[in-house]
């Protein structure tokens, strides 16, 4: 059994906010091509997803630390400790706290401020990668990038993930190319192949100047610069890190390790042929490979990695089967049976967390999952009796899966 359960945070945005129509997106250019969306396509708004006086007001008084933010000039990334120094922290001292007034200096001199992971810091924009986890199915980081007028941060480059871009502020001159063969669809994995030159790539694909508002959309792969112009500028990058195949394959490789066969020695004669047929059977690797398996990498894989937006409360609060119940937002929900021996069970993976129940609230789960808004406990006419009912409804409101509905 496998079933999912998906509800975006309503007060953050989404795929639709970032292109204009994200079903023929999805359907073709996700993964495959670049895409400009100017902001009169889409009608959107960048101060629903962050403001340039909030980053730098956060940044400034909130004594950020490495990594979470980075320095850069002419596409070299400046030492930290030109611009943070040690603190006491208890009994520990810490070397990497900003000085936000030395900061502030190198930007006046050119330097571009790089905010990353900022949906581990930023409760709303934690509420936004997660809405973009629950459209892609992949992890989703968010950084912003505060570049003074008529300099730039990083020098002609490409990424290893997938790219969003929002213009937040400003104006930003874009170059984009197609990929090159030793660019297109690079992993991180094994060797790196090398950054492109300007000789080597010839006219970009495109050249646009990226106003507060617009968008752009580049797979991983396809080189890119970028410059501010007549202002600073300010920008999101919201990256796509896609799992691969290859990442399935390995993962299915390294799960079958342990199977007896794949830890014979070869045996003799396998240099001259004669012993070929006597290779070990691979279906310890095929099993890890079926549709069920890799939901279940894809799922954890994704989801370990994104914020907890969906907070267990402090005190459970009551809930009363004879009124209707809603899945609250958050990550992905996914409903699947345990695999260990033993009576059956039902799980429910959270993201950061699982829960095991009894293998008869599985049909009552399944109902939840596919009307999570307004579902009518009391009154649903499965197997599970009344009183198992509550006690599962309270044990989901104790994880903050389900609240009351609002009448």
């Given at each position: 059994m496998w079933l999912t359960c998906r509800v975006p945070h309503p007060d953050a945005p989404g795929l639709g906010d970032l292109v204009a129509e994200p079903g023929p997106f999805l359907a073709g250019d996700l993964f495959h091509r670049a895409v400009w969306s100017p902001q009169a396509d889409g009608g959107r708004d960048p101060a629903r997803f962050a403001t340039v006086e909030v980053l730098w007001a956060d940044f400034l008084e909130r004594h950020y630390r490495t990594p979470f933010f980075r320095l850069v000039r002419d596409g070299t990334t400046l030492p930290s400790d030109t611009y943070c120094r040690a603190a006491g922290v208890g009994h520990r001292t810490l070397a990497d706290v900003v000085q936000p007034n030395r900061v502030v200096e190198l930007y006046q001199s050119g330097a571009t401020l790089v905010l990353q992971g900022l949906q581990l810091s930023d409760p709303h924009l934690g509420r936004v990668a997660n809405n973009l986890a629950l459209a892609l199915d992949h992890p989703v980081q968010v950084n912003a990038y505060l570049t003074p007028a008529g300099t730039k941060g990083l020098e002609?480059?490409?990424?290893?993930?997938?790219?969003?871009?929002?213009?937040?502020?400003?104006?930003?001159?874009?170059?984009?190319?197609?990929?090159?063969?030793?660019?297109?669809?690079?992993?991180?994995?094994?060797?790196?192949?090398?950054?492109?030159?300007?000789?080597?790539?010839?006219?970009?694909?495109?050249?646009?100047?990226?106003?507060?508002?617009?968008?752009?959309?580049?797979?991983?792969?396809?080189?890119?610069?970028?410059?501010?112009?007549?202002?600073?500028?300010?920008?999101?990058?919201?990256?796509?890190?896609?799992?691969?195949?290859?990442?399935?394959?390995?993962?299915?490789?390294?799960?079958?390790?342990?199977?007896?066969?794949?830890?014979?020695?070869?045996?003799?004669?396998?240099?001259?042929?004669?012993?070929?047929?006597?290779?070990?059977?691979?279906?310890?690797?095929?099993?890890?490979?079926?549709?069920?398996?890799?939901?279940?990498?894809?799922?954890?894989?994704?989801?370990?990695?994104?914020?907890?937006?969906?907070?267990?409360?402090?005190?459970?609060?009551?809930?009363?089967?004879?009124?209707?119940?809603?899945?609250?937002?958050?990550?992905?929900?996914?409903?699947?049976?345990?695999?260990?021996?033993?009576?059956?069970?039902?799980?429910?993976?959270?993201?950061?967390?699982?829960?095991?129940?009894?293998?008869?609230?599985?049909?009552?789960?399944?109902?939840?999952?596919?009307?999570?808004?307004?579902?009518?406990?009391?009154?649903?006419?499965?197997?599970?009796?009344?009183?198992?009912?509550?006690?599962?409804?309270?044990?989901l409101a104790a994880e903050g899966v389900v609240t009351q509905a609002e009448s």
């Open positions: 002609l480059h490409f990424d290893f993930h997938d790219v969003f871009v929002l213009q937040l502020d400003g104006h930003k001159r874009w170059r984009v190319w197609e990929p090159l063969a030793r660019t297109e669809m690079p992993v991180r994995d094994g060797l790196r192949p090398a950054m492109p030159t300007f000789d080597e790539l010839g006219p970009p694909l495109m050249d646009f100047t990226l106003s507060a508002g617009d968008g752009l959309y580049l797979p991983r792969g396809f080189p890119h610069a970028a410059e501010a112009v007549d202002a600073s500028s300010a920008h999101l990058t919201v990256g796509v890190m896609a799992r691969t195949w290859q990442q399935v394959v390995r993962h299915a490789l390294d799960a079958a390790l342990g199977e007896r066969a794949l830890r014979e020695s070869l045996p003799v004669g396998t240099l001259d042929g004669r012993v070929l047929t006597a290779a070990p059977d691979l279906k310890a690797v095929a099993a890890h490979l079926d549709p069920a398996t890799v939901r279940a990498w894809l799922a954890a894989e994704t989801w370990r990695r994104q914020p907890s937006t969906r907070l267990r409360p402090l005190v459970a609060p009551p809930i009363d089967i004879t009124r209707p119940v809603t899945v609250t937002p958050g990550p992905l929900l996914w409903l699947t049976d345990a695999t260990e021996a033993g009576p059956p069970r039902v799980v429910i993976g959270m993201g950061d967390r699982r829960l095991t129940l009894p293998g008869e609230a599985r049909a009552f789960l399944a109902a939840l999952f596919e009307s999570p808004s307004g579902f009518a406990a009391g009154a649903w006419g499965g197997p599970l009796d009344r009183d198992s009912r509550q006690v599962v409804l309270d044990r």
